[in-house]
């Protein structure tokens, strides 16, 4: 009897492979989580395959059980065999790290192991879970508050998403849509989620529908049009609740809240929304959704006036998302925190505050840089540094102009849309015609905020003349500002076949130096090495993390000799030279170590190559304070430099001889590289 029960089971449950695919077992156990685990559960341990794993662990995923999660996608990869099965187990043991854990970094190496398995795979399925896996990367990334390298992901899932159905096209671009939009990129963002509505509409996918009525709610927000906002949010709102997607209904729960936040006279309807929300997250035990319900809580305490209240909230926010390093919602609460802090004339806390946001806010979302340098701004202008103020103002005009242009397409692809789904004229000629006040208000918005910005940038101006005149201390002259390391890996393509060499200089205790001297002081003497205007020598330069890098012309035949001059140059004016600061310079002879075109993913990788170098380097004794270095290689490329694993790849080729090291003019052994871990 037992053998025919477990027989009449699996006929019942429909869990054999020869009937059903593992996608729809995965979106069975997605919607019926313990439907399946009571399935699976109740057959033998020894019978379940990788399948039956993956699947348990999806249940238990959904179902938010950390341990059940972790057990079932840990036997799931044990059993797998087959690479595909691999990757999808390590893409689930990375949701269970971001979602259940909150361990974001953990979740990118379990990430990196599924683009390993995958990124060689033509097959459809394996292109299909390649795509599911950058998008994890974007979303991951984006935890981290790495904008910039999120969209990238989320761009290249979409490609490959295009090649694929319509169910892996729709997920993608609500991935594209939501980081666009985070990104103040209205019109690219809105895009996306229209076309995205078409297709959940085709599909009947009433969760992709829900999501998208989410996003497009957070949409109208961005551009204070908050009636559509809160249509959209209670849309999505009712979807959650119908599908019971608790978590999903908790964050619904928070935008509807903070889209009331916008007006004080709907102060008691945002309590009452946030206050839900707080409930309901504690008890899902959710520590991100609690700490976001709080950050909402804290600015509502700020819109009542209740200043001490508002700094519990935040501090509780604060520390929550630091547990958890979610950075985005970070930043979100720090600014807060530093505007608390400003309108209490707390200037020194506020200073501290920003200080700490700095570093990270050139890989922020837009809207969290233009909060920043518009609070910079008004720190600087209430400490009299008119200068520091100036500046500030104008990185926070651009963005704000730049945000007002988004919001003029995003504005206009509205009123093309009403054109295209008016059902009468009389209907879509009011449309338009309210749609296009909208659009002359923001347009007088910009005339405004130009000439507000003109005044202040005039006034300011004035005021640092008659500073100057009153003041005899002299300031450096200003450097030419340098390009990101993105933009400069741009530059080096475009000049592929000008450019001979990369030359790299950094003090070896550069953390160290900056604690002493401050950042300002160290980047000052760094651009005492950038060439002249028209420098012939010199085709490019960046800064990046405490590196320069300096883009030599093939012209330049004598490297060697420069490379010395330069590093003699810039250890004579490095501070604190009783401590005798060593410095590194690092020589890449590009056209030998790439192979042509040079695409931008392994132009991006070439600091491993440095840290590497200064890895090897510190085992070596500096000749009088320098390191001198340069890489050649037997081959070209010398290493995969487009992979996840660059460092490792330059590791293998250094021990096998194919790649060879040089500092102060001796080869490094290959042994060298076992002493690092």
Known sequence: MRPLFFISLLLCSGYSNASDTLQQRLLQASSQPEQVITQLQALPANTLDSSDHLVLAEAQLRLRNKAGAMDAVNKALDSAAD?????????????????????????????????????????????????????????AYNQLGNIPKA?????????????????????????????????????????????ALTLASSLQDDDALASIHLRLGMAYRKIEDHSRALHHLQQAKQRYKQLQRDASYAYTLIYIGETYLEQADTAAEAAQYLTEALALAKQLDDPLRVGIA??????????????????????????????????????ETLLALAELHLQAA???????????????MPKAAVYLQLRFFELTARLAALQGD???????????????????????????????????????????????????????KQQRNISLLLATVSGLALALILLLFWARRRSARTMPPAQSPLPDWRNFCQQLQHKEHSISHLLAFSPQQSQQLKLRFGQQRITQVLHTLLPAPGAPAVLGWCLDQDVLWLALDQRHTDVTALQLKLARQLQQQLPGAEAAPILLSLQLPLQQLLSGPWPLAQLQNLPEAFWLTLALC????ANHGLWLARLSSSQTPACEWASSLVRQDLLNAFRLGQLQLYCNDNNLEPALADNLH
């Open 83 to 139: 690479p595909y099965l691999k990757a999808h187990a390590f893409l689930l043991k990375a949701q269970i790290y971001g979602i259940l854990y909150r361990d974001t970094v953990i979740a990118i190496t379990m990430l990196e192991q599924a683009e390993v398995l995958l990124h060689q795979r033509e097959d459809a399925d394996s292109l299909s879970l390649y795509s599911d896996v950058l998008q994890s990367f974007a979303q």
């Open 151 to 195: 969209i990238p992901y989320a761009r290249r899932s979409l490609e490959l998403a295009m090649q694929q159905d319509a169910q892996a096209q729709l997920k993608a671009r609500i991935t594209l849509g939501r980081l666009t939009l985070q990104n103040n990129a209205f019109g690219e963002a809105y895009q996306h989620f229209h076309q």
């Open 294 to 331: 709080t950050l909402g809580l804290g600015r509502l305490a700020v819109l009542q006036q209740r200043p001490e209240l508002a700094r519990q909230h935040f501090d509780t926010a604060q520390q929550l998302f630091s547990q958890q390093n979610v950075q985005t919602y970070l930043q």
């Open 346 to 360: 707390e200037y020194a806390q506020t200073a501290n505050l920003l200080q700490l946001l700095a570093a990270d």
């Open 386 to 440: 008119w200068q520091g103020a100036y500046t500030s103002l104008q990185q926070a005009g651009s963005l704000r102009l730049a945000q007002l242009d988004e919001q003029n397409i995003f504005q206009l692809d509205l009123i093309n849309q009403g054109l295209e789904q008016a059902a009468a004229a009389s209907q879509w000629q009011a449309e338009l015609r309210q749609q296009q006040l909208q659009l002359s």
């Open 618 to 621: 510190q085992q070596q004794p």
